[in-house]
């Protein structure tokens, strides 16, 4: 599983980092902007992003439906310390959980295990075709 970890607050960064590879997880690349992140999902699809809603220069709102057109089947965690009072409908459409800082160990491990499961799963769906191209 492939995991972006976006957030401009290198003890996030790091905890979640360190986190993912504790349970396993060794494909995790850390950014600390928005900018950043627009660039490494343009050149490669992840299974899981987390993504900082505010970060100094472009906010992590701004470039959700970047993310969600590069990476479709990627899981989006929002995470936030304050929420907007308003967030625009198609901004939420692109989010797939939004989770309060602090976000804990057991919160962080079942988005893990979550993500993981959906990636299997696409990963299953995936093979079907090239099973069936074949059997051709």
Do not use: W, Y
Not at 57 to 86: D, M, W, Y
């Amino acid at each position: 599983m492939r995991i972006l970890i976006v957030d401009d607050e290198p003890t996030i960064t790091e905890f979640f980092h360190r986190m993912a590879t504790v349970r396993g997880f060794h494909d995790v690349e850390t950014v600390d902007s928005a900018e950043d992140a627009v660039t490494r999902v343009l050149r490669s699809n992840f299974d899981l992003i987390t993504l900082d809603m505010r970060m100094p220069g472009i906010s992590g709102l701004e470039i959700i439906a970047i993310l969600r057109n590069t990476n479709p089947h990627a899981v989006i965690a929002v995470i936030f310390s304050f929420i907007p009072e308003q967030i625009p409908e198609e901004v939420m459409s692109c989010i797939d959980v939004l989770l309060p800082k602090p976000v804990s160990v057991e919160t962080f491990n079942a988005l893990l295990d979550g993500a993981l499961q959906l990636a299997e799963t696409m990963e299953g769906i995936r093979l079907l075709g090239e099973a069936s191209l074949v059997l051709r």
